[in-house]
């Protein structure tokens, strides 16, 4: 059924694969922008000053909030881990108050989380959604950025859409295979720790699915197979064709990336999706092999369309 969607953080990766995707499925899409509107798709907002437009609210059927700055911007120094925190939690409540003082509220919220939430590992069972919080800066930040939606949770459907690391064009696969093409494919320690991951395509599809499926509060959005970090730079090396021999002590990279070396490169997090597969969801691509080579643009490649 096509619904009304307001989209924030549409100009990011994901936001454009799911721009795309919602389009494609016959939904009506707007766009909340921070900058003057460049066509009337597009609405402006301030969520800095509290400034979001009621009756876009009251037009919504759905809202799916994608604010926040980029992880993936090293090192977190204690100003960008303030940016990091502001971005996420301060925007995020600026739009559950209006979700909350709308006269017709949304019937569901799909806000950005991450599976950081669970923290650093070692872990020998997956982390599903009933897991509790771990340890460390993300998983502070996700406490604080999921709790920013209270205000809205009488007033609508509240999805915290705890994603993994996205493999696409952009984010994280990008220093890696600029790495691998030099013939340096990094492999952080041992390489053993578990990286939960997600194709771009499914991040997209998983998204617009729990728009309309009968679930609340966290969502792991991440691939079944619990692949290890080594296992993701093996797959980048091996579509490139290029070795990956360089292994980067962990006391080096905590040297260098502080937090961000302990919560995002360290972190063993084998992430199961149970809520998204109880659901009745299924990933196109469960691969990581697959999922490297359509980001890199190697083998098949999503139709132009994002629709099944």
């Known amino acids: 059924m096509a619904m009304r969607i307001l989209l924030s953080g549409a100009s990011g990766m994901i936001g454009t694969a799911l721009h795309m995707r919602l389009r494609d499925m016959g939904h009506d899409v707007r766009l909340l922008v921070r900058r003057p509107p460049a066509h009337d798709r597009e609405v402006r907002w301030d969520p800095a000053t509290d400034t979001v437009p009621s009756e876009q609210i009251e037009w919504a059927d759905a809202v799916v909030s994608l604010s926040g700055s980029s992880l993936t911007r090293l090192p977190w120094t204690p100003g960008y881990r303030s940016t990091i925190r502001s971005s996420r939690v301060d925007t995020t409540h600026t739009m559950a108050t209006a979700i909350a003082e709308a006269t017709n509220p949304p019937r569901v919220w799909a806000n950005a989380s991450a599976v950081g939430y669970y923290g650093r590992g070692p872990r020998l069972d997956p982390f599903d959604e009933s897991s509790p919080k771990g340890s460390g800066f993300l998983a502070d930040i996700v406490e604080m950025w999921e709790a920013a939606t209270a205000p809205a949770a009488d007033r609508t459907r509240v999805v915290h859409l705890r994603t993994g690391v996205v493999i696409g064009p952009m984010g994280a ?33 998983a998204i617009e699915h729990v728009l309309s499926a009968d679930v609340a509060g966290p969502v792991n959005i991440a691939a079944p197979m619990l692949d290890t970090q080594s296992e993701v730079v093996d797959a980048v090396a091996r579509r490139l064709h290029r070795p990956n021999w360089l292994r980067i002590p962990a006391p080096l990279l905590r040297v260098v990336l502080g937090t961000a070396a302990n919560d995002m490169l360290l972190a063993d997090q084998p992430v ?7 659901s009745g969801f299924e990933f196109s691509i469960d691969q990581i092999d ?4 359509v980001a890199l643009g190697l083998k098949w490649k999503p139709p132009q369309s994002y629709s099944d």
């Not at 295979?177 to 771009?200: E, H, I, N, Y």
């Not at 697959?290 to 080579?293: M, Q």
């Open 173 to 205: 696969l990008t220093p890696l295979a600029l790495a691998t093409k030099f013939g340096c494919g990094p492999t952080f320690a041992s390489g053993a720790q578990r990286w939960p991951w997600v194709s771009l395509f499914d991040e997209a599809r």
């Open 290 to 293: 697959e999922a490297v080579a």
């Open 272 to 278: 199961a999706p149970n809520v998204l597969l109880d």
